[in-house]
């Protein structure tokens, strides 16, 4: 019988165990700052999705909103100021960016102890290494769910379809770290269904709407959509879940499969980076 995940309870498990951090803490409370330029319909909901997280999980989180026009020296001496002061812990700025404003230098530009979507190179470096501290947080719920349903890893054969520096790269090195052997598939990429029915872990990350078919997937298979594709009829995955789910061993729908734990592991990392910076500042 296929089990079919239901994102949304594993996400509050998660931010019931933020909660319950946040709730030992003697000092200072967490806290998220949230940098959005423009007026991005989509942007906002998100936003006001990881607002609401926040305070459920007893996090402090504030918003700064900038219109799409401000220049990038100005985004720029924002994000300066938050990294200056001692009551912020965790930093986003939200993406995507109008028109001309570099994404990679506001990415450097960000503390990379309060770099909470593990955007900076220094934090993508380490995570190449294998001792992030801090991990994206798409890809890091990706593998909550294999874990949490004792999705066996190591050893196993994963296929990544999608190689995006948000989902698809740090997701295949986090499944390599853990001895996965993984490989990464893209548009270029030859006899894709055949690879892809190779997958004992299949993760669609490459924003078509119900690319991977049925006959895609092995027998038994974990496939993990991460596609959020806004059609008329609604939200939909990269998977064609109708066809899927009678093959898979385990499958997340979407929506509510993977998008919760996103927020869910924003909060987990905000914590995270918030116990970081204080014990450095007790060692200082």
Known sequence: ???????????????????????????????????????????????????????????????????????????????????????VHGILVQLPLPPGLDPYAVARAIDPAKDVDCLHPENVGRLVQGNAHIKPCTAAGVIEILDRHDVPIEGSRAVVIGRSEIVGKPLALLLLHRHATVTVCHSRTRDLPEIARSAEILIAAVGRPRMVEGSWIKDGAAVIDVGQNRLEEGLVGDVDFDAAVARASLITPVPGGVGPLTIAMLLRNTIEAYEQIESAARSA
Do not use: H
């Open 1 to 87: 019988m296929t089990t079919v995940i239901d994102g949304q309870k594993l996400a509050l498990e998660i931010r019931s165990e933020v909660a319950e951090r946040v709730g030992r803490l003697r000092s200072r409370t967490p806290k998220l700052v949230v940098v959005i330029v423009g007026d991005d319909a989509a942007s906002r909901i998100y936003i006001r999705g990881k607002r609401r997280a926040c305070e459920r999980a007893g996090l402090v989180s504030e918003q700064i909103d900038l219109p799409a026009e401000t220049a990038e020296s100005e985004l720029l001496s924002r994000i300066f100021a938050l990294n200056r002061d001692p009551e």
